[in-house]
């Protein structure tokens, strides 16, 4: 007598589904060893995978240069077709790592004045921490990270050691601040604070070698159509460039 019940139905689905995983890996299994690659490559790197709508995963083999066109290519150098895909490949990517530190702080990039900004450069990422009253950045006129700052220096240290970033830091202040100590001002500050963030980096994870630069610029520097005397010229700005590591996605370097 049937069950008034459907789980049977659910399990009957499971077991077609692996049935059906099977016969595809036994498929594969069985093909010759081209397509064992094509399909190793596939699974390997999906997103740069040579995959159209004319070529299919079995035909990889087939859509390899010649070993003479590669060796054209490796003595005259890219083609501007390739050159352009792999530009196309990094600011995807570069985007992609943007989208991914504003969810990590939880922070809508269309918001107005908000305390993080990050923009795609022609060799990486421009990020730009704001020492504002509202979310402060640092604890008064000092080096000493909020618990904010703290949580952004964190997060941003784990972005970078995880792309491959190399580091260019710039500490920068606004005009008008006033100094207890006269042979303490802006220029201190501005790079007693770019050294702040290259010591948070590193304590928490990028390698130290990836530090290029690390400078302080007082208020020489406001932002432009931005009053001097304005809290969003008190900055920080480190510059992430591309670095071996960072050239590809993380899913299509080599293990």
């Known amino acids: 007598m049937a069950g008034k019940g459907g789980a049977w139905k659910v399990a009957y689905a499971d077991f077609v589904t692996a049935m059906m995983a099977l016969f595809m890996v036994l498929w594969i299994c069985a093909q010759d060893e081209k397509i064992l690659d094509a399909t190793a490559r596939y699974f390997q790197n999906p997103f740069t995978s040579n995959v159209d709508g004319k070529n299919g995963i079995l035909k990889f083999e087939s859509n390899r240069p010649s070993r003479d066109a590669a060796q054209s290519k490796k003595m005259n150098g890219p083609s501007s077709m390739e050159s352009s895909s792999a530009r196309s490949i990094d600011l995807n990517f570069l985007n992609s790592v ?79 601040l006033e100094f207890q100590e006269s042979f303490y001002g ?49 900055r920080v700005t480190l510059s992430l460039r591309l670095g071996k590591k960072a050239s590809v996605p993380p899913s299509s370097r080599e293990p």
Do not use: C
Request: no cysteine; proline share 5%.
């Open 186 to 234: 802006p220029w201190e500050l501005s790079a007693d604070r770019a050294n702040s963030a290259r010591r948070a980096i590193v304590r928490y994870a990028v390698d130290a070698k990836a530090i290029e630069r690390v400078s302080g610029y007082g208020d020489t520097l406001p932002l432009a159509q931005i009053p001097p005397d304005s809290e969003s010229n008190q």
């Open 98 to 176: 943007a989208k991914d530190f504003f969810r990590l702080l939880n922070l809508d990039e269309a918001m107005a004045n908000k305390p993080i900004d990050v923009q795609v450069t022609s060799d990486g990422l421009r990020v730009t921490l704001y020492d504002r009253a509202k979310q402060p950045l640092f604890a008064g006129k000092t080096a000493d990270f909020t618990p904010w700052g703290d949580f952004v220096m964190q997060s941003l240290a784990w972005m970078i050691d995880r792309n491959g970033f190399d580091v260019v830091i710039e500490g920068h202040t606004r005009a008008g």
